[in-house]
């Protein structure tokens, strides 16, 4: 594992301000509009998840969507400028290269991740050590098909389309997945929404309920978007740089 | 020639570099581009070798099979006994490409050392940004470099690695005479280190001053290869112009000594294999001729010569 590229990867990215209105900004400031005044709903909406904590994770879904996929954002703008070739003439190898992405892109969902469960506190989110824990590996593994989709889309597209394509496929994926309201038991868009990898991010605030978050089609569902994403991602790397 | 012994490689056929037959096409609108039709090359190590052709000769589809960026369709590189992927996993390699840009929100020396960190042995960071005179400009933030700046970062980048073998592809493009004079004294410093050094150019005057050895390409293929003084004697090697009307440039051609002729107005320019029969010939005929000069061929005359491409072959001895 190339750690010192990582860390000045991370310190790149720490540097950029998109990251901090996108991925840490924008969410932490809708968290405390929406919130604050309702933060004493302890039912919101049926959903029998308390509101302070429906709203921490659905924002830290929207926040850590983006700084998963911002790695892709990167990885565009390395392309336009050759930066992707001139490390092709480095020992870094390809996996590798994915393995500092990836891991940039959690480090920078986690710093989101943790800000947002700091801004719950403050409004009376309060979950025990295991609910914690269970609800942050849920959201970890809930972002592995995101940073599959990182990868693809930065080898695909340019960087002045990548903007609006993630700007437009976010809004989508977050209004699928229920962070700006519960998509109830059932209908179109309840049924709809459990193929959506972000709706499962976005249930790992069930832990308040306790059992499993995540039934065996939450897992299926997660599996699938993994592989098909992982493999989207080979193949746009494979294409993009001619190697067989 | 020196060859010189690298890690566990005993010095001989494998401490040099390879290109044999050499193809590569591209897909165009009107069928496939043929771009290198059959390349081979040998550099031993420790040769600072010019890849010599203009825009579109196949010099930089060249360069990224020798870097192992692009596979050949027919040939094979070998980068001292190695495939070049092997060679540039191990850290033997260090290259600037043509196209570069660097990336951004970091410090000039947060981004060498974050370069140098991917080697197994690489130069010190200040050691680097000395070589490639930035010393200066280390603190501040790529995305605000000038493009001279940019380029000898890039270098700094190419040399942190302290690679056995350079690879240069069209490095001072974007500099002007000064920062190309000063590009070259550090590379005549990292070449006096026994390091081996590629190049493409399409500026005669950089291979004729900085390379041993000239490889000319031209339509993807080689048009000549040895040293600049060499290729300069291949072909006629001194230019005689005069100042001399009405007269037939076939006549001028019959004149001893002289193996080309070629009227400009009023003047006319003759290509002498032997200069000295030459003038004394033509001042025996013609011996109104005035305005005499005689002149050495430039590395660009022989190139325009052997490539056989633009019309006039004295266009090169304008500078």
Redesign the interface.
């Known amino acids: 594992m190339p750690l010192a590229y990582t860390r000045y990867e991370l310190l790149r990215t720490l540097r950029n301000r998109r990251f901090f209105l996108f991925s840490l900004g924008f969410p932490l400031i809708l968290y405390f509009a929406i919130v604050s005044p309702y933060r004493h709903v302890r039912d919101f909406d049926g959903s029998g998840i308390s509101l302070p904590l429906y709203y921490m994770v659905g924002l830290a879904s929207f926040g850590t969507m983006n700084a998963m996929l911002s790695s892709g954002v990167r990885i565009a703008a390395e392309r336009a400028v050759g930066w992707n070739r001139q490390l092709r003439i480095t020992p870094l190898s390809p996996r590798a290269y994915f393995r500092v992405k990836v891991l940039t892109g959690y480090m920078v969902a986690l710093i989101s991740l943790l800000a947002l469960y700091a801004a719950g506190t403050s409004l009376g989110v309060s979950l025990s050590a295991g609910e914690w824990l269970k609800m942050t590996g849920l959201i970890l593994l809930g972002l592995v098909p995101f940073a599959a989709l990182g990868i693809a889309l930065g080898h695909m597209l340019t960087p002045d389309s990548i903007g609006p394509a993630l700007g437009g496929g976010i809004s989508l994926l977050a209004l699928l997945g229920g962070v700006w309201f519960p998509l109830g038991s059932h209908g179109f868009l309840h049924d709809l929404a459990q193929y959506i990898p972000s709706y499962w991010l976005v249930r790992a605030s069930h832990v308040e309920l306790g059992g499993a978050s995540w039934n065996t089609m939450g897992w299926a569902v997660m599996i699938a978007w993994t592989i098909a994403l992982g493999l989207l991602a080979a193949r746009a790397y494979r294409r993009d740089t001619g190697r067989v | 020639m020196s060859v010189r012994s690298l890690d566990g490689v005993p010095a001989g056929s494998t401490s040099e570099i390879q290109l044999r037959g050499l193809e590569k096409s591209f897909r165009g609108p009107d069928g496939p581009i043929r771009a290198v039709r059959g390349i081979d090359v040998q550099i031993d190590a420790g040769e600072t070798v010019a890849l010599l052709g203009p825009n579109g000769a196949g010099k930089s589809t060249t360069i990224d099979m020798l870097?192992?960026?692009?596979?050949p369709d027919a040939g094979s590189v070998s980068v001292f006994g190695r495939p070049p992927a092997r060679a540039?996993?191990?850290?033997a390699?260090?290259?600037m490409?043509q196209?570069?840009?660097?990336?951004?929100?970091?410090s000039v020396r947060?981004?060498v050392?974050?370069?140098a960190?991917?080697?197994?042995s690489p130069l010190g960071v200040q050691e680097a940004l000395e070589l490639a005179g930035i010393g200066e400009i280390s603190d501040q933030r790529t995305q605000k470099l000038s493009g001279g700046q940019t380029q000898r970062v890039?270098l700094a980048?190419a040399l942190v690695?302290d690679p056995q073998l350079l690879v240069l592809d069209e490095p001072t493009v974007a500099l002007d005479v000064e920062a190309r004079h000063a590009f070259w004294t550090t590379m005549r410093a990292f070449a006096a280190r026994g390091k081996t050094i590629v190049f493409a150019t399409h500026y005669l005057e950089e291979a004729d001053a900085y390379a041993d050895r000239a490889v000319l390409i031209a339509h993807g293929a080689i048009v000549a290869d040895g040293p600049t003084t060499e290729i300069k004697a291949m072909v006629g090697t001194r230019t005689l112009r005069a100042t001399l009307p009405g007269v037939d440039v076939d006549v001028l051609e019959a004149l001893p000594g002289v193996s080309g002729a070629e009227r400009r107005g009023e003047a006319i320019v003759l290509r002498c294999p032997d200069s000295d029969a030459a003038i004394r010939a033509l001042l025996a005929s013609h011996p109104h001729a005035r305005d005499i000069e005689i002149a050495a061929a430039g590395l660009e005359e022989a190139f325009l010569r052997l490539t056989g491409d633009g019309d006039g072959d004295g266009d090169g001895a304008r500078a």
Do not use: C, F, N, Q
């Not at chain 2, 870097?67 to 596979?71: I, P, Y």
């Not at chain 2, 540039?88 to 850290?91: D, K, R, T």
């Open positions: 870097l192992g960026l692009l596979a540039v996993a191990e850290g390699v260090g290259g490409l196209t570069g840009a660097l990336i951004r929100d970091l947060e981004l050392a974050m370069m960190s991917l080697y197994p890039r980048v690695s």
